[in-house]
């Protein structure tokens, strides 16, 4: 069999698995009550900087 080539039988036999798949007891959201924050870190000048200070030590 050449790499790519279709087998109808692990088709069919994969799709019976995922079609009696249940979702789970954990799968439902939950409520989410917090602060979320993000660090812009350096700009992009000093983020540049650092990368050229980087290529030149190696």
Not at 12 to 39: A, I, L, N
Request: glycine letters at 6%.
């Amino acid at each position: 069999m050449s790499m790519g080539a279709y087998d109808e039988a692990e088709h069919e036999r994969r799709e019976r698995m995922t079609s009696q798949v249940e979702p789970g007891t954990d799968d439902t959201r939950k409520t989410y009550r917090g602060k979320v924050q993000f660090d812009s870190g350096d700009s992009a000048d000093a983020l540049l900087e650092q990368f050229k200070q980087m290529k030149s030590d190696s």
